[in-house]
T-cell receptor, first 113, second 115 residues
Framework: AQKITQTQPGMFVQEKEAVTLDCTYDTSDQSYGLFWYKQPSSGEMIFLIY??????QNATEGRYSLNFQKARKSANLVISASQLGDSAMYFC??????????FGKGTRLHILP | GAGVSQSPSNKVTEKGKDVELRCDPISGHTALYWYRQSLGQGLEFLIY????????KSGLPSDRFSAERTGGSVSTLTIQRTQQEDSAVYLC?????????????FGPGTRLTVL
């Protein structure tokens, strides 16, 4: 069975610092995809970044990068130069071969001015 | 519109009543997902559709919950004999079916309150 684990319920980070949000996963599928979503207080789900299991390069999108360590089954999100607007819930998700997508419990990130 | 839409946006019902939640996916998206999010919590997977079929219904919390999708488009999530613990935001998402990249696009959700 697939499983996503986010061990940090909440984090406080000073503005302009980099932050790493942890995500580990478990799957028996050889091919899978990993996603990160942001959910601000408005409740909308905003797609941030995607990493395929066969991608050799770590995915990057602007200030977001995904630190993919396949052997350790981890897919941490790194946000560089954090901004006040980054305060939100962040969810890690995984899609398996059957296209089912499951989410972790999330990390609430607070950026301090 | 071009995005995923859900209706109603808010639903208040009395315990024991049935409710229907509707999701209109993005045109051409063959995969459709239902999730439940309780206040301040993560997304709980309920069910997903590939076309009109549901390969995995394991996330449905009880037999009071059912979902269907017709014409490979609109989906309805039905909760019978609602209970207070059913109160949550119900999120729908759709995506294209590909062998690799498969971003989900989420609707705004339906906030269900069972009194």
């Amino acid at each position: 069975a697939q499983k996503i684990t986010q061990t940090q319920p909440g984090m406080f980070v000073q503005e302009k610092e980099a932050v790493t949000l942890d995500c580990t996963y478990d799957t028996s599928d050889q091919s899978y995809g990993l996603f990160w979503y942001k959910q601000p207080s408005s409740g909308e789900m905003i797609f941030l970044i995607y990493q395929g299991s066969y991608d050799e390069q770590n995915a990057t999108e602007g200030r977001y990068s995904l630190n993919f360590q396949k052997a350790r089954k981890s897919a941490n999100l790194v946000i560089s130069a954090s901004q006040l607007g980054d305060s939100a819930m962040y969810f890690c998700a995984m899609r398996g071969l059957d296209d089912k997508i499951i989410f972790g419990k999330g990390t609430r990130l607070h950026i301090l001015p | 519109g071009a995005g995923v839409s859900q209706s109603p946006s808010n639903k208040v019902t009395e315990k024991g009543k049935d409710v229907e939640l509707r999701c209109d996916p993005i045109s051409g998206h063959t995969a459709l997902y239902w999730y439940r999010q309780s206040l301040g919590q993560g997304l709980e997977f309920l069910i997903y559709f590939q076309g009109n079929s549901a390969p995995d219904k394991s996330g449905l919390p009880s037999d009071r919950f059912s979902a269907e999708r017709t014409g490979g488009s609109v989906s309805t999530l039905t909760i019978q004999r609602t209970q207070q613990e059913d109160s949550a935001v119900y999120l729908c998402a759709s995506s294209r079916m590909t062998s690799s990249y498969n971003e989900q696009f989420f609707g705004p959700g339906t906030r269900l309150t069972v009194l």
